[in-house]
Every structure is written in C-alpha cells, then in structure tokens.
T-cell receptor, first 115, second 117 residues
Framework: DTGVSQDPRHKITKRGQNVTFRCDPI?????LYWYRQTLGQGPEFLTY????????KSRLLSDRFSAERPKGSFSTLEIQRTEQGDSAMYLC?????????????FGPGTRLTVT | AQKVTQAQTEISVVEKEDVTLDCVYE???????LFWYKQPPSGELVFLIR??????QNEISGRYSWNFQKSTSSFNFTITASQVVDSAVYFC??????????????FGKGTKLTVNP
C-alpha cells in the first residue's frame, strides 16, 4: 500500500493557462475526493467520485474546473483559464465505501501558484 | 448546515507540557462522524482518529486522548507530555452520513501547535 499520490507536487503557471493535476488513490479505495486548501484555512471540499461516477460538486467548483475519474482508478482535476485566486494547495483523498463513514487518506497535495 | 469551530488559532507550549486543542461542531443530523487530522510542516494531512456520534466513550492512544461530549457539541484533543515532533497544524473535521450522498469532510480552520524544546 503506497498511499495516495499526487502529481505534480508543485505547479507554477501564468494567468490564463490551463493546468491538470493527477491523483492516484489507494488501490482498494473506491471513493475519491478533491479539496482545496488556502493559506491559514482548513481544506474545503470540491468534488467527490464513487468509482467513476462524479456524485457531488461544491459551489466552489466553477465551470472552469473539471474533474474526471475515467476508469474508477486515478482522477484528474483540470483548471482552465487559471486566475490568481486559484492559487492554493489541491488535495486528493480516498476512502473505502461501506455502511459507516470511513476516514479519508490524503495525498501530499499539488501546490498551484498562478502568476 | 455543518460547521466546525477551532477557536484557538495558535498555541505555544514548552516540551513535556500537556496541551488541549478545542473543537466545537454544529450539525442538524443525529448521525455524524468526527475526525482529527495532523498537518506537519511537510504538508500532508495525517489521520488521527474517527469517532461516530453514537460512541461517546473517550479514547486514549499513547500520549493522545480525545474527549467527545455531545451535550456541548465538543470533541477536544489532548496531547500529554508534548514533544517537539508534535508541532503541526491540527484540524478537526465533521462528516454527516447522508444516504446516497458523499461523506465530505467539513474542516475547522485548524490550530497551529508549536512545541518548544
């Protein structure tokens, strides 16, 4: 079990460019979450997948953001036409599904800086 | 609506002191789950504990202990005999259990703990 991995760890981009981040969850986890964390704040929920289905999106997820999990394994988060306000740490987490609410395991995050 | 409040923004202690991190939550559900996570300077969130709303037993794990009180909607975390390696930001989080919905975590703003040698 290698844990949740995210790539890249850091991304610097110019305003207006598109960026894409990847998340590989723990292999037996069928639930995958994306969160965003800005300086001095707790993580905020963006979106959630169960297997390949995207079941919930936060109002924080503007139409410039899109997420996919095509085969129910890894997931990508794309931000189009980046803005300076998109600068944040993007965190991916995964968990197992079941009758209870289980803990989510987080990856190291992708730190995005928009200049 | 769900809300988690961690009123202590920063705490600084000297090694070997005991320290308690406060967490107060709001939810309309009767079934919910509470969590604590640690975020060391490296940045990766580390899961510490999960507690469901039907289990009010306090828990102890080594130097860590948690006090869950539904009457005051609090889930406080105590570190006994703190060590420099405990320095981190600690987050309390809440998840409701909506049928068929996500179990997204709602986080507090975190408490930055600094343990000085």
């Amino acid at each position: 079990d290698t844990g949740v991995s995210q790539d890249p760890r850091h991304k610097i981009t110019k305003r207006g460019q598109n960026v894409t981040f990847r998340c590989d969850p723990i292999s037996e986890h069928n639930r995958l979450y994306w969160y965003r964390q800005t300086l001095g704040q707790g993580p905020e929920f963006l979106t959630y997948f169960q297997n390949e289905a995207q079941l919930e999106k936060s109002r924080l997820l503007s139409d410039r953001f899109s997420a996919e999990r095509p085969k129910g394994s890894f997931s990508t988060l794309e931000i189009q036409r980046t803005e300076q306000g998109d600068s944040a740490m993007y965190l991916c987490a995964s968990s197992i599904a079941g009758g209870n609410v289980y803990e989510q395991y987080f990856g190291p995050g992708t730190r995005l800086t928009v200049t | 609506a769900q809300k988690v409040t961690q009123a202590q923004t920063e705490i600084s202690v000297v090694e070997k002191e005991d320290v308690t991190l406060d967490c107060v939550y709001e939810t309309r559900d009767t079934t919910y789950y509470l969590f604590w996570y640690k975020q060391p300077p490296s940045g990766e969130l580390v899961f510490l504990i999960r507690r469901n709303s039907f289990d009010e037993q306090n828990e102890i794990s080594g130097r860590y202990s948690w006090n869950f009180q539904k009457s005051t909607s609090s889930f406080n975390f105590t570190i006994t005999a703190s060590q420099v390696v405990d320095s981190a930001v600690y987050f309390c989080a809440l998840s409701e259990a909506p049928q068929g919905g996500s179990e997204k975590l709602v986080f507090g703003k975190g408490t930055k703990l600094t343990v000085n040698p």
